[in-house]
Nanobody
């Protein structure tokens, strides 16, 4: 599955951005999907994930109450709405899919399809 992420950019602290990730295949919408982020010198960390069942979502503690993950199966797209952005949210954000049937993982190691990354910069 090929993934194309977009929506990153430069925003002031307190502002909002909405990331989008569109897939080349409907397999994406039947998979668990996630957003991860990475800064130089650090490991890629999970930000949010939505399970293949749609009803379950996960948010890292550092984004709870500020970010929302959602999916549009008709468009094979997953979104990450980011509000109340902080300078520490600055990172490259990646979307990913775990295409294993009926599996949901929060570990980047289990996601087998990745987008190219989109840069988010939050200025203070």
């Amino acid at each position: 599955v090929q993934l194309q992420a977009s929506g990153g950019g430069l925003v002031q602290a307190g502002g909002s951005l909405k990331l989008s990730c569109t897939a080349s295949s409907s397999t994406f919408s039947r998979s668990s999907r996630g957003w991860f982020r990475q800064t130089p010198g650090k490991e890629r960390e999970i930000v949010a994930s939505i399970s293949w069942r749609e009803g379950s979502v996960y948010y890292a503690d550092f984004v709870k109450g500020r970010f929302t993950i959602s999916g549009d199966n008709a468009k094979n797209t997953v979104y990450l709405q980011m509000n109340s952005l902080k300078p520490e949210d600055t990172a490259v954000y990646y979307c990913a899919a775990d295409t294993r049937p009926r599996r949901w993982s929060l570990s980047a190691n289990n996601y087998d399809s990745w987008g190219q990354g989109t840069h988010v910069t939050v200025s203070s």
